[in-house]
C-alpha cells in the first residue's frame, strides 16, 4: 500500500464525513443557503491566505526543481483563477473580502496547522497539509462535476475548480511527493507528518460542519 493511502485508511471516518457532507451535497443541488455560501468563502479565503504561503514553503523545499514545478504552477491557478473567483463570488453573494471576517475558532486552527506545518521546515508536513486539503476537495467536488454547468457560478466554478483532469493532476502529484519521501523520513518525521495529517482530516470535516450551521457563536 502507498503510505498515502495508509494515511488516507487511519483518517476513514473524517474523511468519509468531510467528503460525503450534507455541506456539499447542498452546495451541488444548488439548495445551499446563499448567506451560508458567502460566510463560508469568507472564512474559506482566510484559509487561502495561508495554504498559499504553505504552498510556497513546500516549493522552497522541493528536493529538486521537478519536484517543485507542479507546486509552481498549481500557485499560479489559486492566485489567478481561484483567488479571482473568491472575489467575483463573494461580491455577487453581497460581501466583502476588505476587511476580512474574524476567523471561526475552526479556521483559526487550520491557520496554525498551516503554519506550524510551513515554518517546520520539514517538506513532508507541509504535503501532508497541502495533500489532505487538494485530497479531501477532489472526492467531494467529483461525483458532481456533471452538474456544475447547471449552477450559479458561485456554487457551480467551485465544483469545477476542484474536479477533472487538471485537478486530479495536482492530487496525483501532492501524493506521489509524500508516497516518494516517505520512506527517507525519520520515524520522528513520519509521525509528524501522520498528525498533520490526522488534524487536517479532522479540520476539513470540522470546516464543513461550521459552514453547514453558519458559524453559530460558540
Ligand atoms: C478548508 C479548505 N480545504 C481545502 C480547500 C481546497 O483548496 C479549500 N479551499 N478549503
Redesign the pocket.
Known sequence: MHPTEHLKSLVATDWQAATRHPFTDQLAAGTLPKARMLAYLQQ?YL??ED?VRLLASAIAHAPSLPDAIPAAQFLGL?SGPENTYFLRAIAALGGTTEPPVTPHPITAE?QALMRAAAKSGSYAQMIAVLSV??W??LDWASPHANRAADLPFWFGEWITL?SGPGFEGVVTYLRGQLDQVWPSLTPEDQAAAQSAFVTATR??RA?FDAALAGYPAA
Open positions: 474559506d484559509f487561502i495554504f489559486i487550520f486539503a487538494e479531501t476537495y476542484h479540520l476539513e470546516f
